[in-house]
């Protein structure tokens, strides 16, 4: 088995590894490689597709790491599509499957902590594979890759506009639209300074204000861990029962989004903390 193939093992969405440890530019050429090779065996008869979609969030050198992908997957054949911009792990599934591609290679480590990053590799119907497909990534790291003779495309592209409208045609943008400019709603979202960040803005088109905390780039996430748990809370909290104890202040509800904004969590305006395992059923 080649060195770099020691000890790579997915779990429940992907793998994940301690920075420049065992997440190196070497390790994730190979499973980036592999990976989609695999999306090839498994989706490519169904879709008739060549097309890899790479994306990434806002750790600490995930763009590096995603164009690093890209280069190892075109150079294996597959046409990229490679995101100009970070973006949530979920805009990545709905290009995989509005774009008809055979998945998406997403460079986070999601909720975890700062040193941590990973790849999460998403099919073609959108989701996370199975634990059938990844087995089948890990059973080949150790075979010799064998180079395409020609290269696949290049392109870059920009995920958001598509998976704003997506989210628009599931929502009622409008009638939120109107209760905040009626100032009968405040919306703060924690974007735990991952990929969410500017986010809500986009979905609304910048037409209502949107009050976002942990906005900017941090790739130390504030000294915790960008998980919507409250422990990590403690300013959206604040934020809520100040606004809320303002004469006239009407509605408010916090969003607390995680590292790659694949998980939700919510403040209401009492200053209770609600779970996606709350939020979900709801």
Known sequence: MPIAAQSI???TDGWRGVIADDFTFERVALVASVAAKVLA???GETTGSNTIIVGYDRRFMAEDFAKKTAEVVQAAG???LLSESYAPTP?????AKQLNALGALVLTASHNPANYLGLKVKGAFG??????????IEAQLDSEPVAAQTPGSFQTFNPWPSYCEGLRAKVDIAQIQNLIAQEKLTVFADVMHGAAAGGLSQLF???VPIHEINSARDPLFGGGAPEPLPRYLSEIFRVIRTHSRKEGAGLAVGLVFDGDSDRIAAVDGAGNFLSSQILIPV
């Open 91 to 95: 805009a990545f599934s709905w290009a």
């Open 127 to 136: 989701g996370s594979v199975s634990p059938e497909v990844t087995q089948q």
């Open 78 to 80: 597959f046409d990229v």
């Open 41 to 43: 065996d498994v989706f």
């Open 205 to 207: 088109s910048n037409h």
């Open 9 to 11: 093992k997915f779990g």
